[in-house]
Nanobody, 118 residues
Framework: QVQLVESGGGLVQAGGSLRLSCAAS????????MAWYRRAPGKQRELVAS????????NYADSVKARFTISRDNTKNTVFLQMNSLKPEDTAVYYC???????????WGQGTQVTVSS
């Protein structure tokens, strides 16, 4: 099993920044993909950004490109999401995710609230 512990959410003014962190522990394979998802009020959960282990190949949702940066520290099994130029539309519960194995298993953090006020 894998456990994910998130931190860094909070309330910020539009245009501000936050950095989310997610530390993974447990039976973590050498190759895995960590990601941030979010669920805004009245909307389905969507992928925000993902990053592979090793080289660190990243993908971003179009809505956050050029504003958010995902990174990871493989020695600590921790993933980060640097969120800049935040907009009210970014308000959501943000969830950390890890996928690994064949067949793939997915693990989720508890979620952290990000609220952007105008």
């Amino acid at each position: 099993q894998v456990q994910l512990v998130e931190s860094g959410g909070g309330l910020v003014q539009a245009g501000g920044s936050l950095r989310l962190s997610c530390a993974a522990s447990g039976s973590i394979f050498s190759f895995n993909v960590m990601a941030w998802y979010r669920r805004a009020p009245g909307k389905q959960r969507e992928l925000v950004a993902s990053i592979t282990s090793g080289v660190g190949i990243t993908n971003y949702a179009d809505s956050v490109k050029a504003r958010f940066t995902i990174s990871r520290d493989n020695t600590k099994n921790t993933v980060f999401l640097q969120m800049n130029s935040l907009k009210p539309e970014d308000t959501a519960v943000y969830y950390c995710n890890l996928r690994q194995g064949v067949p793939v298993n997915a693990y989720w953090g508890q979620g952290t609230q990000v609220t952007v006020s105008s």
